[in-house]
């Protein structure tokens, strides 16, 4: 007993004294941290925090098929971010399903934590949604084949009035976006050939039939080698600004409030940091190298 404590109990009563010397002797045998009760008591783990993937398939920036991994720019940067989150927060996600953007939209916004990535931030989206962070660049440029003497053209007042041939992909925002401009509607000559998936218009522009059609920059060369075809025989011709706009991820409005800033926050720190636009890169030469596509 140390000797402060001795000559505090020595000016006490005597059945007090004795008392409070045996409570000093029991509280000294006590193990290390039982004076400090259920508080100090090991914590259990919190579980981890399950999370969804889902994307539409969309070379470089995703791809791939079960059961092998997902790859691609868009895929690299949130397991970036989800490595960051994972420092404060606890997370486990599933290997990435690839669905149709529809479905993969009802999914995340009637299940939490549910994340689609890349895609775009539209005006009818942005209630509906959380919107964590830009994964990529997104252009639509407008493209042509390549012919001898072919005129000019530059900016939406050029392309009215020459009778065009248009490829476009029927009820996409292009195929709205040339209407607002007045183009294919009398007293404009231009002709607006609908199809169902924009990937025809490659097999449309070689055959001749039509002259120009909309198609995003960042997949062009893949696309376009999906048809025999390199991206050096097009000419971009102008990009539609009012259509191009970076890719999101986002999630669901119920989805767990901290998880929602922590991936907000990674995201922010991968694009202030310029992580960000070295792993877009990176991917894209390697996707470019392994399909030997132009810009390699």
């Not at 008591?41 to 991994?69: T, V």
């Not at 606890?90 to 953007?101: G, I, K, S, Y």
């Not at 209630?127 to 900016?155: H, I, M, S």
């Amino acid at each position: 007993m140390a000797r402060r404590e001795r000559d505090s109990i020595a000016g006490m009563p005597r059945r007090p004294r004795a008392a409070l010397r045996r409570l000093l002797l029991q509280t000294a045998a006590w193990p290390a941290g039982a004076a400090l009760g259920a508080a100090s008591a090991p914590q259990p783990q919190q579980p981890p925090l399950k999370l969804r993937l889902l994307a539409e398939p969309f070379p470089p920036l995703q791809y791939g098929a079960l059961p092998e991994p997902a790859h691609g720019a868009s895929i690299d940067l949130v397991q970036a971010a989800l490595a960051l989150v994972a420092e404060q927060l606890p997370v486990q996600a599933r290997p990435v399903e690839f669905l149709p953007l529809q479905r993969a939209l009802m999914i995340a916004t009637t299940q939490p934590q549910a994340l689609v990535l890349s895609i775009a931030r539209t005006p009818e989206r942005e209630a509906r949604l959380r919107w964590l962070g830009t994964v990529a660049p997104y252009e639509l440029w407008l493209y042509r084949l390549k012919q001898p003497g072919q005129a000019p053209l530059q900016g939406p007042e050029q392309l009215r009035g020459h009778g065009l041939r248009f490829g476009v992909q029927l009820r996409s925002n292009f195929h709205e976006w040339l209407l607002r401009q007045g183009i294919g509607a009398a007293p404009d000559n231009s002709v607006i050939d609908t199809v169902a998936q924009n990937s025809l218009n490659f097999q449309k522009a070689r055959a001749g039939r039509i002259d120009v059609f909309a198609h995003p920059a960042i997949s062009f060369a893949h696309r376009a080698a999906e048809h025999g075809l390199r991206a050096s025989a097009f000419e971009p011709l102008m990009r539609i600004d009012e259509l191009s706009a970076p890719l999101w991820v986002a999630t669901g409005l119920d989805s767990d409030e901290r998880l929602c800033a922590l991936l907000a926050r990674a995201f922010t720190t991968l694009q202030r940091s310029g992580r960000a636009a070295r792993l877009l890169e990176d991917s894209i030469r390697s996707f470019n190298t392994l399909h030997r596509l132009d810009g390699s």
